[in-house]
């Protein structure tokens, strides 16, 4: 379980509230190799964003890392200071969000906001990185006179997004990581920038952390597919592997709950509710919702398991 451009070793992320300490995060692992394309799925709330904002380090008060390492390209980003993540932050590693009308900057056009990306990923100025901008713009299909001069809330939401990849990308980064990358657009809009992405990503060989909710963009778009729940990582194969044997409970029930042209059958539902992260349950944390639920269940942190040189699965079924 070791990849050669990453690796995340017992990751553990909290938020401390009012409420009490959110364990965000529970012991993540997880790894990429170069110009690997891997899906990080799951319910809403099972920790996806927050892995990619610690690889990021752009966790903020309440919360923070209290266990674990992050290793890039051998080195382990936990340790070095915010000076020192400027090196990998924006240059190495960027990050695509989720919502990318909120992450542009309202007060400044685009034009500048691609510059200023450039020139931090560069050591340039703002005025030599301005010389390239025209080619990124062009590079995610938009008409870069029309363009530059725009300001955020000029944008459609698929401009938007064009933008985020162009500012993403055009610093040539060893790891990109896209947020839910789609989630806002019409389906027609996102085909094209899933099209785009692919492309672009495809001719720079970028190795890939995609964030999604959609299983079916995750096999067609990803070597991998990683499945996370309640913050745990709960089992990791190849696409095609995992969609045609499931092993964990929770896989099953996601792939199961998919509705399929043509299939006029029930569709099964995952019984119960996300456990609260503020009290979580002991043991395996799906184990409420679980048919298959046992005694060590209750009790024990299943690890993950090996079952092939490219399928790992974290339940205590397949320890006996």
Not at 31 to 36: A, F, K, P, R, V
Not at 97 to 115: D, I, S
């Amino acid at each position: 379980m070791k990849g050669n451009l990453l690796n995340i070793e017992n990751l553990k992320v909290v938020f401390y509230t009012y409420r009490g300490v959110v364990k965000a995060l529970n012991g993540v692992k997880l790894w990429l190799n170069e110009s690997e394309r891997l899906a990080v799925v799951g319910e809403t709330g099972c920790g996806k964003s927050v892995t990619a904002l610690s690889i990021m380090r752009l966790i903020e008060q309440p919360g923070g890392i209290v266990e674990g390492e992050i290793w890039f390209n051998g080195v382990d980003l936990t340790k070095l200071s915010d000076e020192e993540m400027d090196e990998y932050r924006g240059k190495q590693i960027t990050m695509i969000f989720q919502e990318p009308l909120a992450a542009l900057n309202p007060v400044f056009k685009v034009g500048f906001q691609v510059a200023e990306s450039i020139a931090h990923a560069k050591g340039i100025s703002i005025k030599d990185a301005y010389e390239e901008v025209p080619r990124v713009l062009e590079m995610v299909g938009l008409d870069w006179k029309r363009t530059i001069d725009l300001y955020p809330h000029e944008l459609s939401g698929g401009m938007a997004q064009r933008i985020m990849i162009a500012m993403a990308l055009a610093v040539r980064p060893k790891l990109l990581m896209a947020d839910e990358p789609t989630s806002a657009l019409d389906v027609t809009i996102q085909a094209q920038i899933l099209k785009l992405l692919d492309e672009l990503i495809a001719a720079e060989r970028n190795a890939l952390i995609l964030i999604t909710h959609d299983l079916g963009i995750a096999s067609e778009f990803c070597d991998r597919v990683a499945v996370m729940y309640a913050g745990n990582v709960i089992e990791v194969a190849k696409s095609e592997d995992i969609f045609a044997n499931p092993l964990h409970p929770y896989t099953k029930g996601l792939i199961g709950s998919v509705p399929i042209i043509g299939l006029t059958k029930d569709l099964k539902g995952i019984p119960g509710v996300v456990p609260d992260l503020v009290d979580p349950p002991p043991g395996c944390r799906f184990h409420p919702r679980c048919e298959y639920a046992f005694k060590r269940c209750f009790v024990e942190l299943p690890q993950l398991l090996k079952i092939n040189e490219t399928h790992y699965v974290a339940c205590h079924l397949y320890e006996q």
